[in-house]
């Protein structure tokens, strides 16, 4: 009776959403650590509603009139513009025409814009790709676990989370993510491998796949991941794709500013295999933002990949 | 102005929106919701560029196999790469951005972007006479 008792103090507490219901015993521990450490958070906190009552109130009005006043500048400026929505209008100039009417007939793709962003102007989208390579490195230098920048409290609370998450279970997104994720990476794919047919293309079937992965470990935890997806192979096949996306249109460099007719034909539009550089150049965007994604995730939750 | 509001509503729209952004990151003294601010404004640029690009009665820039591609019935394609590379570099920033603050966060334990720089005065003191 007694130990009925403690079962549904334990219910109760984890509808409150207190604690876990594998983990009264584990958070007890922790709380001691954390009351250790409320210290420096309660000093905060008070600093904080200090400075709310005192002079937040006249830095607000002057921030709202400023606010007003660079709104009121830029709608004046903007009611210059042309009507939207006109053919006439001067956005609409002899370079879209041009990359409309010549799009397909020149890079071979059906899917337009991924014809402008792969050929025309591939340059700015290995720009985006480096801007994102870049941010994902800055997350690691400010965020990857070692030994100078965590101490034993944070490991052991680290260990504790990834026990309460085994004990619990979490059947129902074990179970979803176990049935889901191979439809969200083969979706992933389709998207990028048809991304001069349809729309879509690298970046938004890279976000499709870093998502699906993402769910695969938040169900079954970064250990499962690690399998087939360690820092290793993601410092590899993110800057190895990068290369190879700036070997195979850095070349004009070279030559001059000439675009060199690229040795892959581009084949009939329209079918798969068309389009020249714009499917594999679309592979490795994909890879990168796919990469990404998940890099940023998992620095985030556990300062590891 | 009224004309303007009525006539070209996606631009007005996209400018208080770009608005609201700015005062969020004005007024908001916690720094994850200044970073939605900050993308609040990011949402407004992308809809201005769409904006810009769009043609009334003309559809998405893809063509049919076989068929001419005419610039009569297609939307401008251009704005539509350019709020890609909006888009990107927005994820970035706003990464980045929120790494800061949880290391921020690790040392000073509070969100609070006045707090934080009277802690900082504090540990000063604190090193300049101990």
């Known amino acids: 009776m007694k130990n009925d008792a403690g079962k549904w103090e334990k219910f109760f507490k984890w509808i409150n959403g207190e604690t876990t219901l594998d983990s009264v015993i584990l958070a007890k521990s922790r709380r001691k650590r954390f009351l250790k450490r409320k210290l420096r958070q309660q000093k905060a906190q008070i600093m904080a509603n200090k400075l709310k009552r005192s002079k937040r109130k006249i830095e607000n009005v002057i921030c709202l009139i400023v606010a007003a006043i660079f709104i009121g500048i830029l709608l004046y400026t903007a009611s210059g513009l042309p009507i939207c929505g006109r053919w006439e209008n001067p956005a609409n100039n002899e370079v879209t025409k041009r990359y409309i009417e010549k799009g397909v007939e020149e890079t071979g793709a059906v899917n337009l814009v991924s014809g402008m962003i792969l050929d025309y102007r591939a340059f700015d989208t290995f720009g985006e790709s480096c801007v994102l390579f870049t941010a994902v490195i800055c997350v690691a230098i400010l965020l990857k676990r070692d030994k100078n920048n965590t101490d034993i409290t944070e490991d052991t609370e680290t260990a504790e989370d990834d026990a309460i998450s085994n004990a619990d279970g979490n059947l129902i997104l074990k179970l979803s993510a176990k049935i889901v994720t191979p439809f969200i990476l083969l979706y992933g794919i389709y998207v990028i491998l048809n991304g001069h047919l349809s729309p879509g293309g690298g970046f938004s079937g890279g976000a499709i796949i870093g998502a699906g992965l993402i769910l695969y470990t938040t169900a079954f935890g970064q250990e499962s991941t690690r399998r087939f997806f360690t820092y290793e192979t993601f410092k590899k096949i993110s800057s190895g794709c990068l290369l190879v996306y700036c070997f195979s249109k850095g070349y004009s460099f070279f030559t001059g500013g000439n675009h060199l007719e690229s040795m892959i034909p581009l084949g009939k539009p329209g079918n798969i295999l068309s389009g020249g550089l714009i499917l594999p150049l679309n592979i490795c965007v994909g890879i990168i933002v796919a990469c990404t994604m998940y890099g940023i995730y998992s620095f985030f939750t556990k300062g590891d990949i | ?130």
Do not use: C
């Open chain 2, 1 to 130: 102005m009224l004309k303007f509001l009525t006539e070209n509503h996606y631009e007005a729209g996209a400018i208080i929106l770009f608005g609201i952004g700015f005062l969020n990151l004005l007024l908001q003294d916690n720094l994850i919701k200044k970073f939605i601010g900050l993308n609040i404004m990011d949402t407004a640029v992308y809809l201005f560029l769409v904006a810009q690009g769009y043609i009334v009665g003309h559809t998405a820039p893809i063509a049919q196999a076989g068929e001419a591609a005419l610039a009569t019935k297609f939307v401008n394609p251009i704005p539509s790469g350019l709020v890609l590379t909006g888009i990107v570099v927005s994820v970035s920033v706003t990464a980045f951005s929120l790494a800061l603050v949880l290391r921020l966060y690790k040392k000073y334990k509070t969100l609070s972007l006045d707090a934080v720089l009277e802690l900082l005065k504090e540990d000063k003191e604190d090193e300049s006479n101990p």
